[in-house]
């Protein structure tokens, strides 16, 4: 299984988080994890929030015909 950090490169390299890595990270974020892992999932967290990561989970949520 890849680390909290290694899914963040990964993601922070092609700047999508797919739903596959979002599930990965909630499993992983469930168990215990470094300090390199903690500053790699802030990192992610704020990569999303200022727009340089787009999350497949919002952009399919904004697809539905509900916009739920």
């Known amino acids: 299984m890849n680390s909290i ?3 963040v490169q990964q993601v922070l390299t092609t700047g999508y988080l797919t739903l596959s890595a979002e599930d990965q ?3 992983l974020l469930t168990t215990k994890y470094g300090r390199e892992d903690f500053c790699a999932f802030m990192s992610l967290q704020q990569a999303a929030m200022t727009g340089r990561v787009k999350q497949e989970s919002r952009e399919l ?4 015909p509900s916009g739920v």
């Not at 949520?61 to 539905?64: D, E, G, H, I, V």
């Open 25 to 27: 990270l909630r499993r």
């Open 61 to 64: 949520r904004c697809l539905s």
């Open 5 to 7: 950090h290694e899914i």
